[in-house]
């Protein structure tokens, strides 16, 4: 097998190779470089950065983000910030209200910041509301010390995260409706919610809709200016600060193409991990990572517009995030229908208007909208027309501003990431078994038992613990066991 490594680099003999530049793998490279090891990182596609790319996909002049969007986890990473980003070009972006949530009863639902101007706009389930919150948004860092932990380790603060354990371990739909009595609050907590991609009736999915409310209270639901890309730039570029070196349009499909290293690192799902070291892995875990599980899909959409998004209710300019899933109720049926492997009429669609907030995103006086709803795994539907159907709902007229349109089906997305298994945006199933298990019942999540040579090996990609999102953890924590090894 021809090495991978260009002449330029053979005098090199890197500490650390990591396969993958997503967030987690870039995390990774730059805990390992401030460590003073020499780390070079390999990824397969023409441009760095994974789940944060951003690119012109409708039309020039219009940048769409491929994937991720929208970036509390991201503000909020214990480890992404402790670095300075900032000065490597990363502008997180506030939109006047983190997000919105739309009913036909036409009254919009906006979820501010201030908590307080949350319970005011949600009227008798306002103090509810705060009452929910308020004891984990006074807490919220110590709060993600935890959340974002590398399970199964005990937690930093127990009586906390025992108080948030018990609520977030209900069901979204037993939590809601234990919770509200009205139908805006409850459909505002099964918006955030459903962002699990899992059915809202199965116990812990409350404790999806807690930390993204927690984090719309705490630091907000920002965008990157100039798009997500923007993330994985300033992260390059600090980890070529440090020293490390980055290697695109080399895809890894063998470890024999590496040169001789101490660690190797995989951005990868375990699926990638089988198929480029599966001879080399210890039997049982190999067993494992074929048992592993994979979840719905999604089918995105970008669309070029020639002028702001129609909405009914003009309110929902001041959010970039819309849920367009409609009562808690409704919100449970499609989701349960997808995960169930049939398409609902009526999906719940994750709709972001950047360029209402980052005017780089589009040509002067035009704009940009960027939606998906989930599918069953594996699917090759296109199912845009059902999302443009959802939008005209709550924005009769939206299908006449558009100018430009992308769609990639889950399908699709597995071809343009082959971390997206069957269209799987989070790296796996992150149910109770999952959340606990990633990839593998072991001590050590990050850890791949096997024979690399004179190597060790680790998963850093979002199919370890704390699982989907941009928040860099994954790759820290790997990162973190590579040096505990190595020293
Ligand atoms: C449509 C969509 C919307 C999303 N929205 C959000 C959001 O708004 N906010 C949020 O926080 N998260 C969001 N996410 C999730 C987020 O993008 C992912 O959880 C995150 O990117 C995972 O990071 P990662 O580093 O583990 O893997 P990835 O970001 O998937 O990166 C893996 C990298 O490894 C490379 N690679 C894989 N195999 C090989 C190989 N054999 N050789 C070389 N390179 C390889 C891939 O090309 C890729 O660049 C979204 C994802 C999608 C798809």
């Not at 639902?109 to 009227?123: K, M, P, S």
């Not at 009914?312 to 492997?341: C, D, N, Q, Y």
């Amino acid at each position: 097998m021809k090495n991978l490594i260009p002449n330029t680099y053979d005098a090199d003999i890197y500490d650390a190779l990591i396969i993958g530049s997503g967030p987690n793998g870039l995390s990774a490279a730059i805990r390992l470089a401030q460590a003073g090891l020499s780390v070079l990182v390999l990824e397969g596609h023409e441009t760095i950065g994974g789940g944060t790319r951003s690119c012109e996909l409708t039309s020039p002049g219009y940048t769409h983000d491929i994937c991720s969007a929208i970036h509390p986890l991201g503000l909020a990473s214990p480890f992404l910030r402790t670095l300075p980003l900032h000065e490597h070009g990363l502008e997180w972006v506030h939109p006047g209200v983190p997000f919105a949530h739309a009913l036909d009863s036409g009254d919009p639902i906006l979820i501010h910041q201030d908590l307080n101007a949350t319970a005011d706009a949600l009227g008798h389930d306002g103090r509810a509301w705060k009452k929910l919150f308020a004891p984990f948004v006074d807490n919220w860092q110590a709060l993600m010390d935890d959340f974002l932990g590398p399970l199964p380790l005990p937690p930093k603060h127990p009586i906390l995260m025992t108080r948030f354990g018990l609520t977030a371990l209900q069901s979204a739909t037993g939590l809601a409706r234990r919770t509200f009595r009205g139908a805006r609050a409850r459909a505002a907590f099964g918006g955030m919610a459903a962002h699990s991609m899992m059915p809202l009736e199965w116990l812990t999915l409350g404790g999806f809709g807690m930390m993204l409310g927690v984090l719309a209270h705490a630091v907000g639901w920002p965008m990157a200016r100039g798009g997500s890309q923007q993330i994985a730039n300033a992260m390059a570029a600090y980890f070529q600060a440090l020293g490390g070196k980055i290697l695109t349009s080399t895809k890894v499909t063998a470890l024999d193409q590496l040169p001789p290293t101490k660690a190797i690192l995989f951005d990868t799902s375990p699926r990638g991990v089988l198929s480029i070291a599966g001879d080399r892995l210890a039997p049982s875990y190999a067993r494992q990572l074929h048992k592993y599980r994979y979840g719905t899909g999604v089918c995105k959409v970008d669309w070029a517009l020639s002028e702001p998004i129609p909405w009914k209710a003009p309110e929902f300019a001041k959010a970039a995030t819309v849920h367009l899933g409609g009562s808690l109720e409704e919100m449970a049926i499609s989701e349960r229908a997808i995960w169930e492997g049939r398409f609902s009429e009526s999906p719940y669609v994750l709709l972001v208007q950047h360029s209402l907030f980052d005017p780089t995103r589009a040509p002067a006086g035009k704009h940009t909208a960027w939606a998906y709803c989930h599918t069953p795994h594996g699917s090759a539907e296109d199912v845009s027309g059902l999302i443009e159907r959802q939008i005209e709902r709550f924005a009769p007229g939206f299908r006449e501003v558009v100018v430009g349109k992308s769609v990639r089906t889950a399908v699709q997305m597995e071809a343009y990431n082959p971390n997206y298994i069957g269209g799987d945006i989070n790296g796996g199933v992150q149910n109770l078994r999952q959340f606990f298990t990633r990839p593998a019942v072991q001590w050590n999540p990050y850890r791949i038992p096997g024979n690399f040579g004179g190597a060790k090996a680790y998963l850093c990609s979002s199919s370890t613990p704390p699982g989907g999102g941009v928040h860099g953890m994954c790759g820290f924590y790997a990162a973190e066991a590579a040096l505990n090894d190595l020293n």
